[in-house]
C-alpha cells in the first residue's frame, strides 16, 4: 500500500512564514496571503488554488497588478498574463562552518537607503522599505561605506531564509559574501533554526559557492509573475505554465 509523504514547510515557505512565524506581518483575502508589498512581494497561494482563490488574490492585488507567484505550477486562470518566468532551486544547510564575523554589524531602519543603493547596483533581488523588519540584517562597512550585505527573509517554522547577499562590485573577490553567509547563518543556528535560501538555477558563481559553504539542494522551484486581469471574468485562454 503506497503510502503519500506529507507535505514539506520549505514546499510553501510563504505560507509557511505567513501562518507561522511572520503570521503579524499576513494580510489575508479568504486562503490567500501575503506580506504587506513595502515589506516583501512574497505571496501564498494554498498549495491547490481554486477559482475562489484566483479571485481572492485579484481581488487583493487589484486589477492589472502584477504579482508574484513563487514556486507556482500549474494553469492560469483565463484572464491572466504570465509576465515572468525563471527557475530556481533551493538550498538548505547540510554542514555549514557557521561562525560570527567580526567585522560585521546589525543593520536597522536608519541605514535603510544605504541599503536600497547597495541592492540598486548589485541586483540580488528584491528589497523594500520595510524588509529589514522580516529578521536579522548584517552589513560589513569600509571608510563608513555599506560594502556587503546579506540578512533574513521568510521564516518558516524551525527554518530561516539567507537572502539579499550582495558585495558592492569594487570588493568583491575578498570573501565578504562568504562570510556574511556563515555569520547570518550563526545567528540562525543559535536560535536552533535551520538556514536554507534561493537562487536563479541559472545563477552558476552562486550555487558553486553555496555548495561549496555546505548547501545542498533540496528543491527544484520557479519565480513567477502573472498580471491581473483588468477586468475580472474577460475570456481568454488559459496559460499552462510548465
Request: aromatic content about 6%; overall charge negative; hydrophobic content about 40%.
Amino acid at each position: 500500500m503506497s503510502t503519500v509523504e506529507p507535505p514539506h514547510v520549505l514546499d510553501n515557505p510563504a505560507r509557511a512564514s505567513l501562518t507561522g512565524p511572520h503570521a503579524h506581518f499576513a494580510e489575508r483575502r479568504g486562503r490567500v496571503l501575503r506580506y504587506p508589498v513595502d515589506v516583501s512581494p512574497w505571496l501564498a497561494l494554498p498549495d491547490e488554488p481554486d477559482a475562489d482563490d484566483w479571485a481572492d488574490l485579484a481581488a487583493l492585488a487589484g486589477p492589472g497588478a502584477e504579482v508574484p507567484l513563487p514556486g507556482f505550477r500549474g494553469e492560469l486562470p483565463r484572464g491572466w498574463e504570465l509576465t515572468l518566468q525563471i527557475e530556481g532551486v533551493q538550498f538548505v544547510d547540510d554542514g555549514l562552518a557557521a561562525a560570527p564575523e567580526p567585522e560585521a554589524v546589525r543593520l536597522g531602519p536608519a541605514d535603510v537607503p544605504e541599503i536600497l543603493d547597495l541592492i540598486a547596483r548589485t541586483q540580488p533581488g528584491p528589497f523594500e522599505a520595510r524588509t529589514i523588519e522580516l529578521g536579522t540584517y548584517l552589513g560589513i562597512r569600509r571608510d563608513g561605506a555599506l560594502i556587503a550585505l546579506a540578512g533574513e527573509r521568510l521564516h518558516p517554522p524551525g527554518w530561516t531564509e539567507i537572502s539579499a547577499v550582495c558585495t558592492d562590485p569594487a570588493f568583491r573577490g575578498e570573501g565578504l559574501a562568504t562570510r556574511l553567509i556563515l555569520a547570518v547563518a550563526h545567528g540562525i543556528r543559535e536560535r536552533g533554526e535551520t538556514p536554507f535560501l534561493h537562487t536563479s538555477a541559472g545563477n552558476t558563481n552562486a550555487i558553486r559557492l553555496y555548495e561549496s559553504l555546505g548547501f545542498r539542494l533540496r528543491r527544484r522551484t520557479a519565480f513567477l509573475a502573472a498580471r491581473v486581469p483588468e477586468r475580472l471574468g474577460e475570456e481568454r485562454e488559459s496559460v499552462p505554465v510548465a
